[in-house]
């Protein structure tokens, strides 16, 4: 009788021991379980990133393709207009101004005329404040 109950004993704890690492194994179980969900809302989170990214590079690449262009075709106007510019250079004489300043001296008329313009400009500069000053004067 007593090797019945010492074999019952050791039998309940072996049935006790079972029941704790099931009782472990059941929670380690769900811990996985729940740390493979918080794992598969991440990926998607990742998922949707990657994606995001995906077009963003998509968008970036474009804009620089299209400053590219941009810069390309302003390059290409730069130079047209320094064509031009050199154009304008070559057919302007190197002594111009010594050419005008003769033509000053044989047009005396362009001198009496800008004297003309000075003065007609100050006496109108000169009658608008006399008249300015009548009507702060008046009031």
Do not use: C
Not at 71 to 97: G, H, M, Y
Not at 100 to 113: D, G, H, R, V, W
């Amino acid at each position: 009788m007593v090797e019945k109950m010492a074999l019952n004993q050791s039998v309940e704890a072996r049935l006790a021991d079972m029941e704790r690492r099931h009782d472990r194994l059941n929670l380690a179980i769900e811990q996985m379980a729940e740390s493979q969900k918080q794992t598969n809302v991440a990926l998607e989170k990742l998922i949707s990133l990657q994606e995001r990214m995906v077009t963003l590079e998509a968008r970036h690449q474009d804009s620089r393709e299209l400053v590219s262009k941009s810069l390309d075709r302003f390059e290409v106007s730069i130079n047209a207009l320094s064509e031009r510019i050199s154009d304008v250079e070559r057919i302007i004489p190197d002594d111009t101004a010594q050419r005008l300043s003769a033509i000053e001296i044989k047009l005396p008329q362009l001198i009496e005329m800008r004297g003309w313009i000075i003065t007609g400009v100050g006496a109108a500069v000169l009658t608008a404040g006399g008249v300015i000053a009548k009507l702060f004067a008046g009031k």
